[in-house]
């Protein structure tokens, strides 16, 4: 069974700094692309960074500079490196994974609540 479960969310002041992790079984992790998508309430969700199988990596322009995405293809686990945090990031925190060699292999975690307080 295919599971993603995140951690990592939580309170944090503007300008503040949170780590999201996402830890994935099931699956074989380091064929897998992995992103970080996020949805605020009343807002369509929004892709946040990607990352390839290879480590390039791909950000939303309003992120970028601020957020950093991360593998450790030995601990089956992506991360999210959020610093300098606006009220804006205030969302529902998501990893997504989808198979290099399977475009029917895609799996989401259940979200994590990321709050930043003005």
């Known amino acids: 069974q295919v599971q993603l479960a995140e951690s990592g969310g939580g309170l944090v002041q503007t300008g503040g700094s949170l780590r999201l992790s996402c830890a994935a079984s099931g699956i074989t992790f380091s064929s897998y692309g992995l992103s970080w998508y996020r949805q605020a309430p009343g807002k369509q969700r929004e892709l946040v960074a990607t990352?390839?199988?290879?480590?390039?990596?791909n950000y939303a322009d309003s992120v970028k500079g601020r957020f950093t995405i991360s593998r450790d293809n030995a601990k089956n686990t992506v991360y999210l490196q959020m610093n300098n945090l606006k009220p804006e990031d205030t969302a529902v925190y998501s990893c997504y994974a989808n198979s290099s060699y399977s475009s029917l292999a895609r799996y989401w975690g259940q979200g994590t609540q990321v709050t930043v307080s003005s």
């Open positions: 990352i390839t199988t290879g480590g390039a990596t």
